[in-house]
């Protein structure tokens, strides 16, 4: 977008603001799109919402039940290459 498009769209008696259609398709933004809204000094601000809250790895971590002896980092390296390579070779 080299140049902001001075668009006007009005506020319903509901609250509901429909976004001009060329926004929505530049955004890819189709029906049920969830947005967050931020309120910013320069004006309102809508961002496609998260798919996932934010989380940390502490707040997962042995969340998977295991049992056995713990894989190393080689090994686990060795179970991604190998699976990327049958994923690969069905292709």
Same mark, same amino acid.
């Not at 502490?58 to 060795?78: I, N, Q, R």
């Given at each position: 977008?080299?140049?902001?498009?001075?668009?006007?769209?009005?506020?319903?008696?509901?609250?509901?603001?429909?976004?001009?259609?060329?926004?929505?398709?530049?955004?890819?933004?189709?029906?049920?799109?969830?947005?967050?809204?931020?309120?910013?000094?320069?004006?309102?601000?809508?961002?496609?919402?998260?798919?996932?809250?934010?989380?940390?790895?502490?707040?997962?971590?042995?969340?998977?039940?295991?049992?056995?002896?713990?894989?190393?980092?080689?090994?686990?390296? %060795?179970?991604?290459?190998?699976?990327?390579?049958?994923?690969? %070779?069905?292709?």
């Amino acid at each position: 977008m080299a140049k902001a498009e001075k668009l006007i769209t009005t506020v319903s008696t509901k609250g509901q603001v429909i976004l001009p259609s060329a926004i929505r398709k530049r955004r890819d933004w189709g029906a049920g799109t969830r947005l967050q809204v931020e309120d910013t000094s320069e004006g309102v601000l809508l961002k496609p919402a998260p798919a996932f809250a934010p989380t940390r790895p502490e707040d997962v971590f042995g969340v998977l039940a295991h049992s056995g002896k713990p894989k190393t980092l080689e090994e686990m390296d %060795a179970g991604v290459l190998a699976e990327a390579r049958r994923r690969h %070779a069905r292709d």
